[in-house]
């Protein structure tokens, strides 16, 4: 079904019209703009039944790719597909006798990257894109003049070390939070701390002081995007296009506001980078209880409520909180994943928000309405099955070539359409609305039963104000009373599902009773006192030991990174996802900023495979008779298994080195048959990739450093995770990736081929010295030897130039000369080339390798 865009402002401006005389005849203070260039009320009222049923309509809708282009692409599938069929008949049945063992590895190469391509190929047969529709949400859900009736979602934020992760990034993304376009009343953001610094949370408080300025700013001028420094450092004209004639006086002082909140922040770091010695101690000076943060209490404290601090325009603001989860020797605190988990069971107790967004301390809201885009999907009553909706990554502070693929462009504009087109994309750990219940274990039949019916009967027994806001005071014993009668009646009448719940989350009541409701029904019959009494209890670091949290509760423990495993426990399940690209990117967040850190990153997440490889949530063997999708499968068997990929690539990519120095070849005679093979092989690539960005709209240029990178991540990182990977499963071993570094300031841009000391580099450095040094000694053979000898060499010299090629912008890093390559790093590249060199080389290196135009034909195959 499409729509007239010019009928669909009319309707949308009526909507405001009849929302302006509402706030009019409810006596509403709030400045209201003279309507009388809107047209008639009288006629907008006629029209209200066709806005009702407009309301109607579904909230979001697939939209398939176009028929010209996905068929196309799919008959190019299947034709490389039987070209490689042919290709590879053609190779096994013509080994090579007098370098067999060249020619073994290098079948086992060309077999392997057809079956990885294959894996890669089957998820993508159906790719989709999404379209939403916000206004008829806000039409159903949230009517001007009536309690909101969308969704409450809670906000998680995690960080660790604030003089690493910077507290400027930390405050925009919280201010991103604050701003955006919902009903405040129905978003709470939880700050974890697991570095316990109380700089985190004197930045948190002077981050809720500047929001009450900066959150009713944004508002009333609905600025994009509503991150403060991201906002101000746009070289755009603001101006041009605000109709409001304020705007530029009250943009200015925002900005010097802005600059003094920026000051506030440096002068508090500038006071806490030096620990006294005695430690940090309070305002009423008692010690700060996460001075060792290996040790320590829980802590938790609400920065900004519900119902406290306002906007200067009266509006309430979302509710913050701080968490910093109780820390203890002697036990596994499961890294950041552990840490989510606290914060669920927290929120829980505080808000139950039926749907939880998690953030990275550097991803801030780049779109105010992403809010909207998500609860078109899951609040749409025609999707029941939706666990999570994941939004795409987008990255700034990148170089504009893009040089190390930081953007990632081919997995997010590619490989995550076409798993929306079957089971639904995977969970990325960031820019994801999850769905609670899904979260917590449950699959999707579950049914509320009459546990939703005895709560609501239950706060039918309170008093309440004219808002319907629920009394509930320190000082009401008959509220605890009542909440703990209920729970033992409750336990009575189902001692079994009452016993189950409590293996599962733990032994707290309140905890329990959260997992009846959908909301924070049940938080307005306990006191103050006995919700934060739980909410400590739950943080504790012994809170979890039999319980199901980390095994089937919550984020999944057994991986550095538990998102991909949270997310395969909830497909499993039978839930499904949606992917979600609007118009205007939801999120952005920093990416590392050279070589040396993409590389450590991408070794952090290829680690993560290898260590769901070999558990028990491998996706070969787990969730068989569930609700996991054949296809679905597939992406996740591909995830896990693709750093091993490496292997192959490896030797791929020094065996035109080794053909020269052993003067032998990987291929027989090359003959009339094997040319067309080889032509038809380049041509389905060259097919299947103009037909694959066609549809996806991913330009040539972000292919091909997408390509690029996969080669030199294939030779380093990918490589080094399995053995790094091996050796944590097998031996315990708790190996951490350095802190990446990243940045926003576009004067860094130097920094993008700055080299810093990392193992990593060895390999692809020893790739470019025994290639480099192939194609020099090829091109001095066919000086020597006249260009008779020219014919044998060329497919040698032109796969080792490709190499090459593949491996330049790590070539274009080692070339800079305005920064110093570790001289490790060419120490051991160094004794690599050689040590490659005496294994092949003959005894005279510059032995005739080719006795003119009758030796024997050899090539190889690119």
Known sequence: MSFNSNIWEERLCQWKLARERLLRRTGSQEEIPDPSDLGSVDEMELRQPEMDNESRQFLSRKVPIPPSMIYPYRVSVIFRLVILAFFLRYRLTHPVHNAYGLWLASVFCEVWFSVSWILDQLPKWQP????????????????????????????????????????????????????????????????????????????????????????????????????????????????????????????RLMKRRYEDFKAQINGLITKFQDVPSEGWTMKDGTPWPGNDIKNHLGMMQIIMGRGGPHGSDTRALPQVVYVSREKRPGFHHNNKAGAMNALVRVSALLTNGTYILNLDSDHYINNSRTFLEAMCFLMDPSNQKICFVQFPQRFEGVDANDRYGSHNTIFYDINLKGFDGIQGPFYLGTGCFLYRKALCG?????????????????????????????????????????????????????????????????????????????????????????????????????????????????????????????????????????????????????????????????????????????????????????????????????????????????????????????????????????????????????????????????????????????????????????????????????????????????????????????????????????????????????????????????????????????????????????????????LWSLILATLFCLLWVRLDPFTTRFQGPDAEACGYEC
């Open 128 to 251: 989709v894109n999404r379209q939403t529709f916000p206004e008829r949400l806000c039409m159903r859900y949230n009517q001007p003049g009536k309690p909101s009736g969308l969704a409450s979602v809670d906000v998680f934020v995690s960080t660790a070390d604030p003089l690493k992760e910077s507290p400027i990034v930390i405050s925009n993304t919280i201010l991103s939070i604050l701003s955006v376009d919902y009903p405040a009343e129905k978003v709470s953001c939880y700050v974890s701390d697991e570095g316990a610094a109380r700089l985190t949370l004197e930045t948190l408080s002077l981050t809720c002081d500047f929001a009450r300025k900066w959150v009713p700013f944004c508002k009333k001028f609905q600025i994009e995007p509503p991150s403060p420094e991201s906002y101000f450092s746009q070289k755009v004209d603001h101006l041009k296009y605000n109709p409001y004639p304020t705007f530029s006086k009250e943009r």
């Open 442 to 826: 449950y699959d999707p039949s579950f049914e509320q039963k009459i546990l939703n019916t005895r709560w609501l009967d239950l706060r039918m027994k309170r008093p309440s104000d004219n808002h319907g806001h629920y009394f509930s005071d320190a000082s009401d014993e008959s509220s605890s009373s009542l909440l703990v009668q209920e729970l033992n009646s409750l336990e009575r009448e189902f001692p079994s599902s009452f016993q189950s719940m409590e293996m599962c989350f733990g032994q707290a009541p309140l905890l329990i009773a959260s997992n009846f409701v959908d909301d924070d029904i049940f938080s307005s019959y306990a006191t103050i006192e006995e919700i934060l009494r739980a909410a400590i209890h739950v943080i504790s670091c012994d809170y979890e030991d039999k319980t199901a949290w980390g095994i089937e509760v919550g984020w999944i423990y057994g991986s550095q990174t538990g998102d991909v495993l949270t997310g395969l426990k909830m497909h499993a399940r039978g839930w499904r996802s949606v992917y979600c690209m609007p118009v205007r990117a939801a999120f952005r967040g920093s990416a590392p900023i050279n070589l040396s850190d993409r590389l450590t990153q991408v070794l952090f997440w290829a680690t993560s495979s290898i260590e769901i490889l070999f558990s028990r949530h491998c996706p070969i063997w787990y969730g068989y008779g569930g609700g996991l999708k054949l296809l679905e499968r597939v992406a996740y068997i591909n995830a896990v298994i693709y750093p091993i990929f490496s292997v192959p690539l490896l030797i791929y990519c020094a065996l035109p080195a080794i053909c020269h120095l052993s003067g032998k070849s990987i291929i027989s005679p090359i003959t009339y048959e094997a040319n067309i093979w080889f032509m038809l092989v380049v041509l389905s690539i060259f097919a299947h990739g103009f037909l694959e960005l066609r549809w996806s709209g991913v330009s040539l240029q972000e292919r091909w450093r997408n390509q690029q990178f996969w080669v030199i991540a294939g030779v380093s990182s990918h490589f080094f995770a399995i053995f790094q990977g091996l050796f944590k499963v097998m031996l315990g071993l708790n190996t951490r990736s350095s802190t990446l570094m990243k940045t926003h300031d576009e004067d860094s841009a130097i920094e993008f081929y700055k080299f810093k000391w990392t193992s990593l580099l060895i390999l692809p450095t020893t790739l470019i010295l025994i290639n480099l040094w192939a194609v020099v000694a090829m091109i001095f053979s066919i000086v020597v030897h006249g260009y008779g000898s020219f014919g044998p060499l060329f497919a040698k010299l032109f796969f080792s130039f490709c190499v090459i090629v593949h491996l330049y912008p790590f070539l274009k890093g080692l070339l800079v000369r305005k920064h110093n390559i570790p001289t490790v790093v060419i």
